[in-house]
């Protein structure tokens, strides 16, 4: 009697964990990576502004008036720049979340990643998106396709490096003892903290950043989980530490939920009608 009750307790553990963990991981990356494209277009309308143009401010795009040649170039390359800044920011703060994997920790993991894979995700889309933001950069510069294509491949490298360098700090977050031994349980861990949550996500932020003037809107929170594909390799040769309790995830949903909730709100009701910046005519 006592084997049984073990066991299901046993099996009930082996379920919450990995479900307790994509769940929580799902919230904050949903939250995050909306987050950092709010920022990432404010770069842009915040620079517009600074060089004398009047943009407007939409959810997944800014419409710019006044502007043209080199002052437009600058304001097309602001929002990846930011994105980069907001990234390597955030991986030097890391250790300030403390030693103990916490849900903050976790959220300000997801703001390192999402700001540096839309950075380097820019360069990737040189070649292909010349409407995109490095793409009006490198037709402005003149580039030629030797260079695009260079920035592309240097894309390309960087972001297959993030996969790696993410895996150590994603594996930070286990919470299956298993995991400390076992490479399939670090696999399984990658599943349910990255992978889940950026297929998901995906979902969610596409259908939250309709209607969208341009199809990289759609593509880009599909397209932006990739260097988890290397992170997924590169966990099986490495041996986390063991879980500390209390877990990370006892710790309460519902504030994550409320603040996803009011980034959505201000997302969908503020932005995506469109917030005026700059002075002069429409």
């Given at each position: 009697m006592e084997n049984a009750a073990c066991a299901r307790r046993s099996?009930?553990?082996?379920?919450?964990?990995?479900?307790q963990v994509a769940l929580f991981s799902l919230v904050i990356y949903v939250l995050t990576f909306l987050v950092t494209t709010m920022v990432h277009e404010l770069a842009h309308a915040i620079t517009s502004v600074a060089l004398g143009g009047r943009p407007t401010l939409h959810h997944v795009f800014v419409r710019h008036r006044g502007l043209s040649g080199g002052p437009r170039?600058?304001?097309a390359a602001a929002g990846p720049l930011f994105s980069l800044v907001q990234g390597?920011?955030?991986?030097?703060?890391?250790?300030l979340a403390g030693p103990e994997?916490?849900?903050?920790?976790?959220?300000l993991l997801w703001l390192a990643l999402h700001g540096l894979v839309n950075?380097?995700?820019?360069l990737i889309t040189t070649p292909f998106v010349p409407s995109g933001d490095l793409g009006k950069v490198a037709a402005y510069l003149g580039l030629p396709a030797a260079g695009r294509w260079g920035l592309f491949a240097a894309g390309l490298l960087a972001t297959a490096w993030i996969g790696e360098r993410a895996a150590a700090p994603l594996l930070a977050f286990v919470?299956?003892?298993?995991a400390t031994l076992d490479a399939g349980a670090r696999t399984a861990h990658v599943l349910a903290i990255g992978v889940a949550p950026w297929i998901l996500g995906s979902v969610v932020i596409g259908a939250a950043s309709k209607p969208a003037p341009h199809w990289i809107s759609y593509v880009y929170p599909a397209s932006a989980g990739f260097f988890l594909l290397v992170t997924l390799g590169r966990v099986r040769d490495l041996e986390p530490a063991?879980?500390?309790?209390?877990?990370?995830?006892?710790?309460?949903?519902?504030?994550?939920?409320?603040?996803?909730?009011?980034?959505?709100l201000?997302?969908?009701?503020?932005?995506?009608p469109g917030v005026d910046l700059g002075r002069g005519p429409r």
């Open positions: 099996r009930r553990a082996m379920f919450e964990g990995p479900a170039a600058l304001v390597l920011a955030c991986v030097a703060a890391l250790p994997p916490s849900a903050a920790g976790l959220a950075f380097f995700g820019y919470v299956d003892p298993a063991p879980p500390t309790a209390p877990l990370w995830i006892d710790a309460p949903l519902w504030p994550w939920l409320l603040a996803l909730a009011g980034v959505l201000v997302f969908r009701r503020v932005l995506l």
